[in-house]
């Protein structure tokens, strides 16, 4: 099993929709959680952080985590043509040297 | 702060060759982080210093693979001898873990082995 997992897509939603990206990983003990954004030939960007269950909103995104399901999501409101890109999802446990694990990615095509 | 400074930007080697990436983490980050980003496997960790000290090197994939980091302010990732399937977008990353900051990653460096 993949220590973080994601939907390798593409995903595709309209101009204007809600697009709704998941993340599951394996290890209980990770207590950080981070959406990146990378777009065709450039390096991962962070857009959202959570360390806490329940919902975090950050303009148009809203990372949302559930510890006992091991559960990451990151729904992207009123998407954009340029919100089309590749959205990584990375966990960090607080022990162990505390390294960061990235999903493959998420595709995202937002049509407009 | 100019971010994270990898070189080269691009590299192609023959095969059996030695490669070496350059990174420059952002002053003050004291966790620093080598990747590699294929299509098929994603991004993977290779290795991550923290204050200049190997802490986990479980990602590399063989002995071919050497990382250094000699003082707080560089890093070098060495494939010797490369091959074919070592292509890839090699990332450094780092952060400032008693800030606890998120990792920064710099532009990469593009490998072709031919």
């Known amino acids: 099993q993949k220590e973080v997992e994601q939907n390798s897509g593409p995903l595709s939603v309209p101009e204007g929709a809600i697009a709704s990206l998941n993340c599951t990983y394996s290890?209980?003990?990770?207590?950080?959680f981070f959406w990146y954004r990378q777009y065709s030939g450039k390096s991962p960007e962070l857009i959202m952080f959570i360390y806490s269950n329940g919902d975090k909103e950050d303009g148009r995104f809203t990372a949302q985590l559930n510890k006992a399901s091991q559960y990451v999501s990151l729904l992207i409101r009123d998407s954009q043509p340029s919100d089309s890109a590749t959205y990584l999802c990375?966990?960090?446990?607080?022990?162990?040297?505390?390294?960061?694990?990235f999903g493959a990615g998420t595709r995202l095509f937002v049509k407009a | 702060d100019a971010g994270v400074i990898q070189s080269p930007r691009h590299e192609v080697t023959e095969m059996g060759q030695e490669v070496t990436l350059r990174c420059k983490p952002i002053?003050?980050?004291?966790?620093l982080f080598w990747y590699r980003q294929t299509m098929m496997r994603g991004l993977e960790l290779l290795i991550y210093f923290n204050n200049n000290v190997p802490i986990d090197d479980s990602g590399m994939p063989e002995d071919r693979f050497s990382a250094k980091m000699p003082n707080a302010s560089f890093s070098t990732l060495k494939i010797q001898p490369s091959e074919p399937r070592d292509s890839a977008v090699y990332f450094c990353?780092?952060?400032?873990?008693?800030?606890?900051?998120?990792?920064?990653f710099g532009q990469g460096t593009r490998l072709t082995v031919v």
């Open positions: 990375a966990v960090r446990g607080d022990t162990g040297g505390f390294k960061t694990i």
């Open positions: 002053s003050g980050h004291n966790s």
């Open positions: 290890d209980r003990g990770s207590q950080s």
């Open positions: 990353a780092s952060r400032d873990r008693v800030a606890n900051t998120e990792a920064f």
